[in-house]
């Protein structure tokens, strides 16, 4: 059992959710992969969920199609086995049917049931509707759609509240102007190469939903540096962009700092995003988050960074 840490860091309200959150939520997309029901990759996985769930942070993210299911299913064994520290909560999300790509009022309840069941509870504090690129925003908003089925579990008290979550901002800014949702969960276009979610961020804070930014680090560019070549936002990076993370890890040596920290600190300074959704892979990544979270940005590296001009983001949307 890894050892108990009290209270969550620095806990704030996820907008009028009730729920609290803390700067950073740990994110498990890959948590269980490749694992089988009692084998010794399940028991390392179990072990990892466990200091998530009494670590310093008050939530932990997953989702219904996370590992086909079996992010959840290890957070469930992990629940049953030592339970959550006081203050920290899973969060999950509702994913379109994985073989029909349907995603309805049904679906997303039936998608609500699998994950219940994974995580061995009856209800959950936040879904957030997953990445609705299956079906148009007129099919999710139609009667019996699967808007509908999420302010469902909402009205029945399933949940407590419901999110949205997704990449595109063309397409978000049309799921935040309904007025539905409680909370936004954007990633990738939020960080120091791009800033193409600040309009989106705006608008949902204008309506009091919370906000989470996810994938601080482009999934991979941030974290490794321009000489890695590695890619951001699932995609290549292109030469212009490598060559401006270069001149921010200038920027960086120059502050005594380094490009993880710098690029963790863009998101957690910001006043819109009450909490920063970073992917987890193992238990001591979770400490050396901590200690990148307590580091001190000097200011003068934020004047510099401003100067380098606007950055050559590879996302059209």
Not at 46 to 75: C, F, W
Not at 191 to 201: C, G, K, Q
């Amino acid at each position: 059992m890894p050892q108990q840490i009290h209270h969550p860091v620095d806990p704030r309200p996820l907008g009028g959710t009730g729920l609290l959150a803390s700067p950073i939520t740990l994110g498990t997309s890959s948590l269980g992969a490749g694992t089988s029901s009692g084998d010794r990759e399940e028991a390392a996985a179990i072990e990892l969920a466990q200091a998530m769930l009494h670590g310093p942070y008050a939530l932990v993210d997953t989702s219904n199609n996370y590992a086909k299911g079996r992010s959840e299913a290890v957070l469930g064994l992990a629940l049953a086995d030592g339970g959550a520290a006081e203050g920290r909560s899973v969060v999950t999300k509702a994913d379109q049917d994985p073989e029909t790509g349907s995603f309805d009022r049904d679906r997303v309840r039936r998608s609500f049931e699998e994950s219940c069941r994974r995580l061995g509870v009856d209800r959950l504090r936040l879904l957030h509707l997953h990445d609705p690129y299956s079906i148009t925003f007129e099919e999710a908003a139609a009667p019996g759609g699967a808007i509908a089925g999420m302010l469902e579990l909402k009205e029945e008290g399933l949940v407590d509240a419901i999110g949205i979550a997704a990449g595109t901002v063309s397409l978000m800014r049309q799921y935040v102007a309904t007025g539905a949702f409680d909370v936004l969960l954007t990633h990738n276009r939020f960080t120091l190469v791009d800033r193409s979610a600040l309009p989106l961020i705006e608008e949902a804070v204008e309506q009091g939903m919370g906000v989470f930014n996810a994938a601080p680090f482009g999934g991979g560019l941030l974290a490794r540096g321009s000489a890695s070549g590695a890619t951001y936002a699932y995609n290549d990076s292109p030469p212009e962009l490598l060559e401006w993370v270069a001149r921010v890890e200038g920027l960086c040596a120059k502050h005594g700092i380094d490009l993880p920290t710098a690029a963790l600190h863009f998101s957690l300074r910001s006043p819109l995003v009450d909490s920063t959704i970073v992917g987890i892979s193992s238990v001591k990544r979770i400490d050396q988050l901590e200690q990148a979270r307590q580091s001190e940005v000097p200011p003068s590296f934020w004047e510099e960074l401003d100067n380098l001009g606007t950055p050559p983001s590879p996302i059209t949307d």
